[in-house]
């Protein structure tokens, strides 16, 4: 692998193997199988779990049907998080596969959103590409674009066809060649240890002088705990898309190449396993 | 290692020379600074120009390829029965040394040196090659007598022998300003030049380089430079070209275009110029657009003439070409220059009136070639910081000051300008040559003297030109000579300004640098006889150049040219923006590699074990349908109608593969036929005047030598369906990203470019992989030959002799989009020529006409004949190429031609010959028209050799370091043997060319694993290179092999150890007998005919492309074989196996090193009987099994 379109590539086609139990609470007329399933790292648990759902459903009585959600070792996991980050953040370093409970009951209103249907989904993820180009481009890009553009774009993710959604993308992507780069990088950085849900800034990918700002720069700048002491040791773990970049990479490569569908680049920051 | 670039030479007002190039932003300075000019003019590989001693220089470029020269002489002797064979000879006979004839006497020391700007590269030596053929020890051939003709035996009857004495002579004048010294007769001698123009290189191809190179003299006259090109750059004398008046400027086009001005504001248009007469044979007179204002400055192209008038209103000439040099009218452009030159492509540049600013006419294309806008060239220039107030660009500008108008006649009388010394001359010229330079008295700013500075500057920066003007009208209308007067009773003192000229040259070489306290004392001097005549404007401080010429001859600048010309850059950037191929430091960064290898990790981790799940998301099928035609397959064949609908759908391992569904009509019944995209073995555009085709094949296809080929409507609409289907094809096998480095790359009659993966089984003994199995996929780009080794550096060489190295992209052509890589894709341009065939009868009444025999051919055909070819009707080969020239008469026609270009024959169609015989009654010529195609791939530029042939050193380790050299040989297009250095695997491009010295032109070279370098010498005849390794990469010697039974060998290709070479009549020989210690082997084995090309890889693999091919249901001409039962101990193989054909030029299988792992011999198909008779069989010749 050579060439960056190949790193488009692997990240859309990241798969997570992922086994679905029911939560031993439910009641259920017949034993619950366990249900297996590649999830698309990209994509989102209410998008792709349609198949879980109604495995389950076979075996429940009607009645006790209310909507699904999910959870994993005790923490429920926000459908409008991609699978990627929720895996990053809170099952990272796990035996695969990734074994996630499936509850039809006590909704956790406080830390859910509720996804009733797929225009839901649709409509957060083209909130967040709207504001990563508004991050990005003023909002430019975005809004010369067509509905039919907008459509496509969503239609790729739920389909999940590279091409058609690259098609588009592509132009959210491009910058004037004498700006070298963004406006600013559209970013949000979890940490698995706070109960803060994200950190996002204004941080911009080339500094005054012109050099190009690095993951590190922005980390020091927007999540300085993150980055291990001089002398210390690395604490910590940088994670996206399953993958720990080096400090190095300039920031606006990464976004380039490694920004979830809604443009957005997840920095996952979790304590590094001691073994 | 640069993009392709080409440069705009200008001078400024100073003298000083800078070039800009095309790639650039920055004007350079000249890299020899010795002198300082007035006027130049640049093609590519050379410039003229005429320095402030009103001599002529050229400044010829340096190259990696030495120009040089083979002097010739002959040694003969006679036999006598007392002395045997010795120098004396018989009171008949001719010298003992002479030239080939005989008839000049030519002793070895009689050859001097033409000029000093050359050497002698050795000592004479003799010559032991003869016509291909190594000649027994002393290079003797004996003949009965004189003359006659020489055998190499020497026979009973063997009275005479005679031997060639070769000695090389090397130019060393390059990257300076050569001197042109003059041989002529002393009284015959031109006087002082005031303009020159070189052009004329595409009138004829012969000698190669040929250039016009037309000067004009002070007092008027016009003289031809005889006998400039490529091996003698300076030519040999001046040849005076009589004139209706006298001449003032001259400009000269690529082609047969010449004009010139007269003093009386005609210009004067050369007529007759062609292949046989490059000079020329009358003038004929062109008026002036204003009957007031005379022509002041005129600049030709290809077909278009610009010029200046007094007034310095820029017109335009409409309706000039070959046929009309003299045009129709004149049409007045906007903006006013001081002059103007049309370059390459029929580009214009101008120097602006008002800012001497140089302007690039925005606009110019074939359609439109008069343009648009003139838009300035704001580059500044390299140097402009530390040349501020440099000593030598003021004593520069004083010779500026008073130029031609009054010192001419002193010039005259001078004579030389070497010859005025310094005692000659009073000591004003030494206080001038220390005035201030412009820089710093300019910034003294508001003082009496900045003032003074600026107007002086205002001043001489008009003069140059103007005094152009004034001579030009010294005889004309009497209120022009009332300014001239007005101009001269300015100047005090003429002759003392023409003493400067003389004198600040010498000065400005002795006193490069002056102290800053003598600027002050002088600053007044500086104001002496200049301060005054009518500049109304004032200039500030020199912020942008001055200019004062511009030259765009050598200048390429196309629609697709990216110029940064335009466009001021902040900051300290460098002057050249060079495009490297060495990989980019973000390329190798270490963060990149670390994320493509944890991105294959986390692959790996998180799939590997779980392939077996389900994917959550559905893929439906998806299909893609439109109308094409079908090239049917039942008689008779014709493009019908057919729908066709492309199915993709996922199977379950989540991999898609597609189905290609085409429905027609047979006889009212709706049928269709189906095509398993996984079994499609390649898709390949077919070259086709009316259609937009492609075709199909599959192994089966491929057998029966009949593809299913389909047509659209538009091109924009084959190439969705072919990127589609291409993409569809890399998908159902799983192929994607850059072709790996042991790819097999070959090349089409088209010139596209298709790469295959080969299969370990490719080259395995026992389960061969059938090579119609071979899937190929394509490559952007246009070549004509394409060459590579196991460490996936890879060369192509264009139609038009460019040589291009691969990028390590993939894509790019008609391939967008996701399956071309982001980088790594280039523009790419070539050029080729098309051809058409006049044809003429002769007859009694009227000799040759155009009116043959009712059976005859078309009178315009193609080369069969078979095709009428009009020159009207004929296209470009696609609507991808378009035309870049007019129709002419093509000579380089085999066979020889007339000085018309005719070819005579007996009749139609025969064998032609160039002169005509009683018996011939027909004749032919050929016609040409270059097109050029503009598209773009994974391919940069190497110039500026252009190159024949190319072969690189396949690694026999594996392990070997991505720094480590990599040998790679080369043939220039002039026939020089040319080793690469510093190719390694991250630059692959390399550094220089090292020239290694022949006796003769080379056409093909091939180096070994074992740096075994064998090559082909034009006249056919194979050289074995001694003792070449990665210490001493061009070796030491030439061993001459004899070729095989009196064939002209035309390629060799080297293995791992195999030698095999191909002749002129397509038999390809094995090379027997080669050991370690006898690298050079010893006879030549006969493995097969029909053979049009071949490649030995690093296997000892045979591959080739055969002539022709006998398939179930056609013939394919151009195919690729491959030599089967080729093993260590039978190196020749048994027989061949067809793969894909019908228009293959060109196959490279030096990547492959790749040997079948002899445990797994999995899942590939039975073995395929398919494979058959040989080709070797000479009753079966382009015969196979059905």
């Known amino acids: 692998m050579t060439d960056d379109k190949d790193v488009l590539r692997d990240v859309w086609f990241g798969r997570i193997p992922t086994c679905f139990t029911l939560y031993q609470d439910e009641i259920t007329e017949r034993e619950a199988e366990p249900y297996y399933l590649l999830l698309p790292r990209i994509s989102y648990l209410t998008l792709v779990t349609d198949k879980v759902k109604k495995h389950f459903q076979k075996v429940m009585r009607q009645e006790e049907v209310s909507e699904i959600w999910f959870e994993y070792e005790g923490t429920p996991l926000k459908w409008h998080y991609p699978i990627g980050l929720l895996f990053d953040l809170h099952a990272s370093n796990t035996a695969l596969p990734w074994s996630i409970t499936v509850h039809f009951k006590n909704f956790p209103e406080k830390d859910l959103l509720h996804c009733h249907s797929k225009d839901v989904i649709e409509a957060h993820f083209m909130a967040c590409i709207k504001e990563a180009d508004a991050l990005k481009h003023k909002s430019q890009v975005i809004n010369e674009m067509q509905k039919k553009d907008h459509k496509q774009l969503w239609m790729g993710l739920q389909n999940d066809k590279f091409e058609q959604f690259w098609a588009i993308n592509r132009k959210l992507m491009e910058y004037p060649p004498e700006d070298n780069g963004f406006r600013y990088i559209p970013f949000r950085i979890y940490q698995a240890t706070t109960e803060r849900p994200f950190i996002q800034k204004l941080f911009r990918p080339i500094a005054s002088g012109g050099q190009l700002h690095t993951l590190e720069d922005l980390l020091k700048d927007v999540c300085p705990s993150a980055i291990a002491p001089e002398d210390g040791e690395q604490k910590t773990q940088v994670m996206i898309h399953g993958i720990e970049p080096m400090l190095e990479t300039p920031i606006q490569w990464l976004s380039e190449h490694m920004s979830y569908p809604d443009n957005f680049l997840h920095i996952s920051i979790i304590p590094r396993p001691t073994d | ?1186």
């Open chain 2, 1 to 1186: 290692m640069a993009m392709p670039s080409s440069l705009l030479w200008a001078v400024d007002i100073f003298g000083r020379v800078y070039t800009l190039s095309t790639v650039g932003q920055y004007w350079e300075l000249c890299k020899d600074t010795q002198l300082e000019f007035k006027r130049v003019s640049a093609v590519k590989q050379c410039c003229w120009g005429i320095a402030c001693d009103h001599k002529v220089y050229t400044y010829v470029f340096s190259g990696d390829v030495p120009i040089r020269y083979q002097e010739e002489t002959y040694e003969n002797q006679r036999w006598n029965p007392v002395a045997g064979f010795c120098e004396k000879l018989l009171p008949s006979d001719r010298w003992q040394w002479s030239d080939v004839s005989g008839l000049k006497h030519q002793q070895l020391d009689s050859f001097t040196l033409p000029s000093p700007h050359w050497e002698w590269e050795s000592d004479w030596y003799v010559d032991e090659n003869i016509g291909g053929e190594p000649t027994e020890k002393g290079g003797w051939t004996y003949a009965i007598d004189f003359p006659s003709t020489y055998t190499k035996d020497k026979k009973w009857n063997s009275c005479v022998r005679r031997r060639r004495w070769i000695r090389y002579r090397r130019y060393k004048s390059r990257d300076v300003w050569a001197k042109i010294v003059s041989h002529d007769n002393a009284d015959k001698l031109p006087d002082p030049f005031n303009d020159i123009s070189i052009g004329g290189w595409e009138i004829t191809s012969e000698p190669p380089g040929r250039l016009s190179v037309w000067a004009v003299s002070l007092q008027g006259r016009v003289w031809y430079r005889e006998n400039v090109c490529h091996h003698n750059p300076e030519g040999s004398t001046w040849s005076l070209i009589t004139t209706p008046a006298e001449v003032v400027q001259i400009s000269c086009g690529p082609y047969d275009l010449l004009w010139a001005t007269l003093w009386e504001g005609q210009a004067i248009v050369r007529e007759g110029i062609d292949r046989n007469n490059p000079q020329g044979i009358f003038w004929s007179i062109v008026d002036s657009p204003s009957s007031e204002n005379g022509i002041m400055h005129v600049s030709v192209g290809v077909d278009v003439v610009w010029c200046v008038t007094k007034d310095r209103k820029v017109w335009f000439r409409r309706g000039v070409n070959s046929h009309n040099p003299r045009g129709t009218s004149w049409i007045e452009m906007v903006g006013e220059m001081m002059m103007v030159t049309v370059g390459l492509n029929n580009q214009v540049w101008g120097i602006g009136c008002d800012d001497r600013a140089i302007y690039f006419r925005q606009g110019v294309t074939p359609s439109e070639l008069s343009g648009k806008t003139w838009k300035a060239i704001v580059s500044g220039r390299e140097s402009d910081r530390s040349q501020t107030g440099s000593s030598i660009s003021l004593l520069s500008a004083s010779c500026f000051f008073t130029d031609d108008i009054q010192n001419q006649t002193h010039a005259i009388i001078q004579g030389d300008a070497d010859n005025c010394s310094d005692t000659e001359l009073p000591s004003v010229p030494v206080n001038l040559a220390n005035t201030p330079p412009m820089g710093a008295a300019a910034s003294s700013g508001g003082n009496g003297t900045g003032n003074q500075a600026a107007e002086i500057q205002a001043n001489l920066t008009v003069d140059p030109l103007d005094s152009d003007q004034g001579e030009a009208t010294v005889a004309s209308t009497s209120d022009e000579k009332a300014d001239v007067e007005m101009r001269k009773s300015t100047n005090p003192n003429p002759s003392a300004e023409l003493q400067w000229t003389n004198i600040d040259l010498k000065e400005a070489q002795k006193h490069p640098v002056l102290s800053v306290s003598t600027f002050a004392e002088t600053s007044s001097l500086s104001s002496f006889g200049m301060f005054s005549a009518g500049a109304e404007e004032q200039y500030g401080a020199d912020e942008h150049p001055l200019w004062a010429w511009v030259s765009g001859g050598g200048c390429l600048v196309d629609l697709h040219s990216p110029l940064k010309w335009f466009t001021v850059l902040s900051g300290l950037s460098s002057s050249v923006q060079s495009l490297s191929l060495s990989i980019t430091p973000a390329q190798t960064a270490a963060w990149r590699k670390q994320i493509f290898q944890q991105l294959s990790e986390r692959t790996k981790r998180e799939l590997e074990n779980f392939r077996h799940y389900e994917q959550a998301i559905e893929q439906s099928v998806w299909v893609k349908t439109g109308t094409l035609q079908w090239w049917r397959n039942w008689k008779p064949h014709k493009w019908i109608d057919v729908r066709v609908a492309l199915e993709q759908f996922t199977g379950s391992d989540g991999m898609r593969d597609s189905i290609l569904f085409i429905y027609y009509m047979y006889h009212e019944e709706k049928k269709y036929i189906h095509v398993f995209l996984n079994e499609v073995t390649i898709i390949v555009e077919v070259l086709n005047e009316a259609k937009h085709s492609f075709a199909l094949y599959t192994p089966e296809k491929t057998k029966q030598r009949w593809p299913i080929r389909l047509a659209a409507a538009t091109e924009q609409e084959m190439h969705d369906w072919l990127s589609l289907l291409n993409m569809s094809c890399c998908e159902s096998r799983r192929i994607q990203g850059a072709p790996s480095h042991h790819a097999i790359w070959s090349v089409t009659c088209k010139g596209d470019i298709f790469v295959s993966e080969p299969s370990p089984d490719l080259e395995a003994g026992a389960h061969l992989m059938p090579c119609d199995q071979m899937f190929w996929r394509q490559v952007g780009g246009h070549l004509r030959l394409i060459e590579c080794n196991n460490r996936g550096i890879v060369w192509g060489i264009g139609y038009d002799h460019t040589a291009w190295v691969y990028t390590g992209g993939y894509g790019g052509g008609f391939i967008q989009g996701l399956a071309s890589s982001a980088d790594n894709i280039y523009m790419q341009s070539d050029v080729k020529c098309v051809y058409i065939y006049e044809n003429q009868r002769w007859n009694p009444v009227t000799g040759y006409s155009s009116r043959g025999l009712p059976t005859d051919r078309y009178m315009w055909s193609d080369a069969s004949g078979l095709q009428e070819c009009t020159k009207i009707n004929t296209k470009p080969p696609s609507p991808q190429w378009s035309w870049v020239s007019d129709w002419y008469i093509d000579f380089n026609t085999s066979g020889g031609t007339d000085r018309e270009g005719w070819q005579y024959a007996a009749d139609f169609p025969a064998s032609y010959h160039g002169h005509k015989t009683m018996k011939d009654f027909v004749r032919r010529r050929r016609w040409a028209r270059k097109c050029r195609i503009v598209t773009n791939g994974p391919w940069l530029e190497v110039p500026p050799v252009t190159l024949w042939d190319i072969s690189i050193i396949p690694s026999s380790g594996s392990d070997a370091d991505d720094r480590e050299a990599v040998a790679l040989w080369a043939i220039s297009d002039k026939g020089d043997v040319l080793c690469r250095l510093g190719v390694t695997q991250q630059n692959p491009a390399g550094t220089s060319w090292l020239h290694v010295g022949t006796d003769q032109p080379f056409i093909s070279v091939s180096i070994g694993a074992f740096y075994q370098v064998w090559a082909i010498a034009r006249d056919g005849s194979a050289f074995y290179r001694g003792s070449v390794s990665p210490k001493k990469p061009a070796g030491d010697c030439w061993y001459h092999i004899p070729s095989p039974q009196k064939q002209k060998l035309k390629q060799v290709s080297v293995g791992r150890t195999s030698v095999f070479v191909l002749d002129k009549n397509g038999n390809l020989w094995y090379r027997q007998g080669i050991t370690p210690s006898y690298p050079q082997g010893s006879t030549w084995d006969h493995v097969s005919n029909n053979i049009r090309k071949m490649s030995v890889g690093p296997l000892d693999q045979v591959w080739v492309i055969a002539d022709k091919v006998q398939g179930s249901h056609s013939l394919s001409c151009g195919t690729v074989c491959h030599r089967t039962g080729v093993q260590p101990m039978m190196p020749k193989g048994l027989s061949w196996d067809y793969g894909i054909g019908g228009g293959w030029e060109h196959i490279t299988v030096r990547g492959n090193a790749t040997e079948a792992s002899r445990v797994s011999m999995h899942d590939t198909s039975e073995e395929n009987p398919a494979v058959s008779k040989d080709l070797e069989d000479e009753e079966s010749k382009g015969k196979t099994e059905q």
